[in-house]
């Protein structure tokens, strides 16, 4: 067993000696293992004088940069216009009905089905009378008609 093991371990590192073989030009392993291509200084490496060792390693693989969006015959396109108008999203749809109270009040835009008093409601969960905005009052929670919802009479 020790021998089958260590004829496989043999095979595996003479397979590796020609590793870089496998590399294309350009990819994350060019520029390592034996070879004159690879005796020079490389920018950024310990074996470069003008730059010296890169903290936390003392041999940095090359920057492999993705080149697919250079593309002949193309032209690089502007910055895009920021849009002018407001986004329109529909009533309701964050489940909040924000007529009562302004934009940062949520009073539910369906109530539950077992709610018979809806101010009631609101009140056990902290809601203090809310002033009804743009004059609409889809849950009738102005009974007096003061403009404001749950207030005093209503």
């Not at 009378?129 to 004059?135: M, V």
Request: aromatic share 6%; proline share 10%.
């Amino acid at each position: 067993m020790l021998l089958a093991l260590g004829i496989g371990l043999a095979g595996t590192l003479a397979a590796d000696s020609d590793a870089d073989s496998r590399w294309s030009a350009g990819s994350p392993g060019d520029g390592y293992g034996p070879g004159p291509q690879n005796d020079r200084p490389k920018p950024g490496h310990a074996d470069d004088p003008g730059q010296g060792a890169q903290a936390g390693s003392a041999v940095t693989p090359p920057a492999f940069v993705q080149d697919f969006a250079q593309q002949p015959g193309t032209k690089p396109q502007g910055p895009a216009l920021s849009p002018t108008a407001g986004v329109e999203i529909a009533e309701g749809t964050d489940g909040c009905d924000h007529a009562y109270g302004g934009r940062d009040v949520c009073v539910p835009w369906e109530f539950p089905a077992s709610v018979t008093d809806k101010c009631g409601w609101l009140k056990e969960r902290g809601f203090k009378p809310l002033k009804i905005e743009g004059g609409r009052d889809r849950h009738a929670l102005d009974r007096n008609g003061d403009g404001t919802a749950c207030g005093p009479g209503d």
